[in-house]
């Protein structure tokens, strides 16, 4: 089983950025995929990004430009930088991972999540 600690959230004013880092324990994530998503209050979960067992990386379209996901597999950790951040992106962000370490961006395909990392973006 493996454990996911997210961390790196914050207040911030539009327009900063955000390093978001989820560090994993039990077991190497190191072949898993391992995604980002977000949850804001009264909405269902989106995803954020993903990077596969062999670190390509996917993001959604509203989405392109502003982050960037990346892995160290010798700190069994992977990150999200979020630039350009605006009110919308206020949600709560988590990562998950899944053995099968290929993409997806659907979260009931992640087995294993963390507890999540508020973000709140003000003018």
């Known amino acids: 089983q493996v454990q996911l600690v997210e961390s790196g959230g914050g207040l911030v004013q539009a327009g900063s950025s955000l390093r978001l880092s989820c560090a994993a324990s039990g077991r190497t994530v190191s072949g898993d995929a391992v995604a980002w998503f977000r949850q804001a209050p009264g909405k269902e979960r989106e995803f954020v990004s993903c990077?596969?067992?062999?670190?390509?990386?996917y993001y959604p379209d509203s989405l392109k430009g502003r982050g960037t996901i990346s892995r160290d597999n010798t700190k069994n950790a992977v990150y999200m930088q979020m630039n350009g951040l605006k009110p919308e992106d206020t949600a709560v962000y988590y990562c998950?991972?899944?053995?099968?370490?290929?993409?997806?961006?659907?979260?009931?395909?992640?087995?294993?999540w963390g507890q999540g990392t508020q973000v709140t973006v003000y003018w």
């Open positions: 990077i596969d067992w062999n670190s390509r990386t």
């Open positions: 998950a991972s899944r053995v099968r370490g290929y993409y997806s961006n659907n979260p009931k395909h992640y087995e294993n």
